[in-house]
């Protein structure tokens, strides 16, 4: 069977590395289906959930809340290196929740007083928790 392996590696370190079968990721263009063989390319990634379909067990799939990155394949090497990264298993929904509820009483407030950055900083808050949130409850 042919695979590819799959590394992602955040600030903190490298936060996943295991062989695959196929790989669904959200890049700027739009979604991507990766497979063995692929051919190499760059890519910068989307706030959004990384769907890893192992080799070891075709029903295993390992999905992965990444924030942002660039994704690089190369040779069935697909390295995706991100801000942050987080497994579905170590996902504490609880906190994401509480984060995106943060994040929403700021998004309201910037917006009621027409601050653009913290507009935008609140948005991409409230996009990582709800990503987080999504892969959690996976």
């Keep these: ?17 295991h062989h ?3 790989v669904l990721a959200h890049t700027k263009a739009g979604e ?14 989307e706030v959004h959930e990384v769907k890893i379909r192992r080799v070891d067990d075709v ?3 390992d999905w992965v809340a990444v924030n942002g990155g660039i994704l690089e394949i190369k040779n069935n090497l697909i390295t995706i290196v991100a801000d942050s990264a987080e ?7 609880s906190r994401a929740e509480r984060a995106k509820m943060r994040a ?4 309201e407030e910037a917006q009621k007083e027409q601050k653009i950055d913290e507009m935008k900083r609140a948005k991409v808050a409230l996009q990582r928790a709800i990503n987080r949130i999504t892969v959690g409850k996976k």
């Excluded at 991507?32 to 990634?45: E, F």
């Excluded at 497994?87 to 929904?93: A, G, L, Q, T």
């Design 20 to 22: 695959a079968a196929f």
């Design 59 to 61: 029903s295993h799939v």
């Design 104 to 107: 929403e009483q700021a998004l």
């Design 87 to 93: 497994r579905k298993r170590d996902i504490d929904v």
């Design 1 to 17: 069977m042919q695979h590819m392996t799959v590394q992602i590696v955040t600030p903190d370190g490298l936060k996943y590395n």
């Design 32 to 45: 991507i289906g990766i497979l063995p063989k692929h051919i190499n390319m760059i890519a910068p990634l």
